[in-house]
């Protein structure tokens, strides 16, 4: 059952992609600006006529997207966007395996001195790069480790961006047959078009009941049975008028 409506919304989804604009998927490259004094008072400082020359590829915003903006401006002058995000995906892994670790990075009441102390051993024994551990010291100076998962989130869709990769989540009740996330890819990549690719990532949401949810860029094509019932369910109180 679950999976012929699946297919029924999957064909549904890949009319409604193909009709989408092609424009939309193409954004302009920005720099945002980074107002966060703290960010640059002791990193990603290079000279102004280099800096200029470096841009992010997407626009970031608020606390997390100043740095991760500020993080990948200073790994690309480095050479070291790779190594930094691998170095950070560890990180992270990490603190998900340790309540401990997680509980500290995310303690306000612990002092500074310990939190920078704690970051430079952990650098030492992970063997990061200088870029990394500078960009983590910083975040501990500024109390900003508790924010270090979404940071890396937004860092990790600046990677993305650099390589030329468009992430698109599908969420569906089962996992999506090969043959149809091969042809949603298909159709995705034809609206990205040539020098990008598309990189899909499955998430399994039974309370979706059925069919299934992508989310591509700005748009989200909602195409599950959860959602068609709440319509036909305010179609159906709709008053009649004859």
Partial sequence: MA?????????????????????????SILCPTLSNSELLRNYATASASKEQKIKVPL???????NYASALYLSAVKSNTLEKVESELYDLVEASKKSPTFSQFMRDPSVPVDT??????????????????????LILAENGRLKHIDRIVK????LTMAHRGEVKATVTTVIPLPADEEKELKATLQEMV????????????????????????????????????ARQMERFLREPLNF
């Fill in 59 to 65: 626009t970031m915003y608020g606390v997390s997207g």
């Fill in 193 to 228: 078009g040539q020098g990008k690719s598309v990189q899909i990532e499955q998430k399994i949401d039974p309370t979706i009941l059925g069919g299934l949810v992508v989310e591509f860029g700005q748009k989200v094509f909602d195409m599950s049975i959860r959602t068609r």
């Fill in 154 to 157: 937004r860092f990790k869709e």
């Fill in 115 to 136: 939190r920078v102390n704690a970051i430079k051993e952990i650098c030492a024994q992970a063997k990061f790069g200088d870029t990394t551990q500078n960009f983590l």
């Fill in 3 to 27: 999976g012929r409506a699946r297919s029924m919304g999957f064909s549904i989804l890949q009319k409604a992609l193909s009709s989408a604009q092609r424009s939309n998927a193409h954004r």
